[in-house]
């Protein structure tokens, strides 16, 4: 698993892409689980929502970036590339999380509140990130995939806040 965190290390860095992780089914569901469970311990230990409205927000935001992405791949006729995509982009989202969590840790034990600046950060770095998986996976310009990024970013935050009645 440490190998599969750096490679994931590596595409957050723009170094590498999806192609060079496994197209695992297997690999898909763990990261995916793990990414559900660190999102839901890292909301629910920042905010008061309640867990359940945490829960559908994160499932929701997964299940819609799943099917967009799924339809970009398709539609530039690369759908065979959708598990590695998922991988990456899940794994990587899974990354931030962890940086987001050790980051929030650090401001309660020093005192501090840099959380403004810090998803500003993860919001910058995640659509540059995830602007460049797409690049990879549908080899088209980087322009072009960091704007349907952030437009993918900007869809699932209203659709999953929408799911838990909230506009």
Same mark, same amino acid.
């Given at each position: 698993?440490?190998? $599969?965190?750096?490679?994931?290390?590596? $595409? !957050?860095?723009? &170094?590498?892409?999806?192609?060079?992780?496994?197209?695992?089914?297997?690999?898909?569901?763990?990261?995916?689980?793990?990414?559900?469970?660190?999102?839901?311990?890292?909301?629910?230990?920042?905010?008061?929502?309640? !867990?359940?409205?945490?829960?559908?927000?994160?499932?929701?935001?997964?299940?819609?970036?799943?099917?967009? $992405?799924?339809?970009?791949?398709?539609?530039?006729? &690369?759908?065979?590339?959708? /598990?590695? /995509?998922?991988?990456?982009?899940?794994?990587?989202?899974?990354?931030?999380?962890?940086?987001?969590?050790?980051? $929030?840790?650090?401001?309660?034990?020093?005192?501090?509140?840099?959380? /403004? /600046?810090?998803?500003?950060?993860?919001?910058?770095?995640?659509?540059?990130?995830?602007?460049?998986?797409?690049? &990879?996976?549908?080899?088209?310009?980087?322009?072009?995939?960091?704007?349907? !990024?952030?437009?993918?970013?900007?869809?699932?935050?209203?659709?999953?806040?929408? !799911?838990?009645?909230?506009?």
């Amino acid at each position: 698993m440490l190998s $599969i965190l750096s490679q994931f290390w590596r $595409i !957050a860095q723009l &170094k590498s892409g999806p192609e060079h992780l496994p197209a695992s089914s297997f690999l898909l569901l763990v990261v995916t689980v793990l990414n559900i469970v660190l999102s839901l311990t890292i909301s629910v230990s920042v905010g008061p929502q309640p !867990a359940s409205m945490v829960a559908t927000t994160i499932l929701t935001n997964l299940a819609a970036q799943a099917l967009l $992405i799924f339809g970009l791949l398709y539609l530039v006729g &690369k759908p065979a590339r959708l /598990t590695q /995509t998922l991988i990456a982009y899940f794994g990587c989202d899974l990354l931030m999380n962890l940086v987001i969590g050790v980051s $929030i840790l650090i401001m309660r034990l020093l005192g501090i509140d840099f959380m /403004t /600046t810090l998803a500003l950060t993860i919001l910058f770095w995640s659509v540059l990130v995830f602007g460049y998986i797409l690049h &990879k996976a549908m080899e088209v310009h980087m322009a072009m995939t960091i704007a349907l !990024a952030f437009f993918l970013t900007m869809v699932t935050v209203a659709l999953g806040q929408l !799911a838990v009645g909230q506009t």
